[in-house]
């Protein structure tokens, strides 16, 4: 088969680096990829929302499949692209239509479609500026913390948890007033949920689906969870507190509505789900729904997965995954996250990357990373490379990625010292 990758990040390394060892694979691509993915696939200078130009390039170069990385292309309509253009609409889209990518897209709809099948989350209701007088008398009846959410896609930033109901009732108009763009043009009040967070994985057709081991992750730039939100500092899979019960319970009151959910609501879903869910006095709690795999949870889930992804995501792409055996390898994954001094603020780009070649024992996945005219590999991005551990434990595995943090070199480099500092 011939796979076309579209993402730069760690996730899309992560995706590639396996596909490139799947026996079912005759030629791989990323677009636009990076010095990474370079290693394992040809990088095609195509954008990942030039629909146009990438299906030209399907078509020319015959890709079966086209593995959609993050959730901009998904909320943009690639896959109603391909499946609506009779020349492309026979290569497997694995990454759900615009319909099924709402369910990342706005939170609003997200939670409707919650409340609708009976899948616990947190209590909310949506304001916009024309009902900014209601969202205050809403904010008055509520308990602080105060939750304010932006509705549409906010690279991650769209969410404020705020202590002061004056600060949080300023916020809410801030937002309302455009401070996320469009994505703030709404704004959900919501039920603040105490509670420690993880991340589940499914591969799913639609119908069938399979569970991918579960991951946490670090979001604050600074130790002890302190800072700016960011993409993701780091991660860990298995999560210790979520034994065999707990993750029972997650398929039967989450995962399995949500596939039924899809169903009910007539909703073509074919790809990644990746529910974000916070556990509560024991029970869990969705707190989003993302319509792709995490990233850096990527890094830590995917180096797990003994069998071949891209046998699964084949029969995904053909409806037939309750014919999927997949298994697992018994061990524990820490991911730590290289990232470019001043990030998730100002940082520059352009800083030469050496010594990678020197870590030994651990799966090294750049994110932003590229050549130089020279030819040598630089930083071209906040967050610059996974490092990746795999151990018996966790402080195994978290020795090897710490090592291998502390040997690579870039001017103005890092990263968190105390991921897993928690369990
Ligand atoms: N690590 C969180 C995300 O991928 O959205």
Redesign the pocket.
Known sequence: MKVLILGSGG?EHTLAWKIAQSDKLTKLYAAPGNAGTAEVAQNISISVTDFPKLGQFVQEEEIDMLIVGPEAPLVEGVADYFADNEKLSHVKVIGPKKAGALLEGSKDYSKKFMVRHNIPAGASKTFTLETLESGYAFLELQKPPYVLKADGLAA?KGVLIINSLEEAKNSLKEMLSGQFGEASKSVLVEQFLDGIEL?VFVITDGKNYVTLPEAK?Y?RIGEGDTGLNT??MG?ISPVPFADAAFMAEIDKAIVKPTIDGLTKDGIDYVGFI?F?LIKVDGKPFVIEY?A???????EVVIPRVKSDLLEILDLAGQGKLDQAKIEFEDCVTSTVMLVSGGYPEKYQNGKEITKVDTVEDVLPFHAGTTFSELGEVITNGGRVMALTGKGATMNEALAKSFAAAEAVQFDKKYYRKDIGFDL
Do not use: I, L, V
Request: hydrophobic letters at 15%; zero cysteines; glycine letters at 28%.
């Open positions: 996730r991650g991340s992750d979001k993409g993701g991660a990746f974000g993302n792709r795999m995490g990233d850096p949870e990527t």
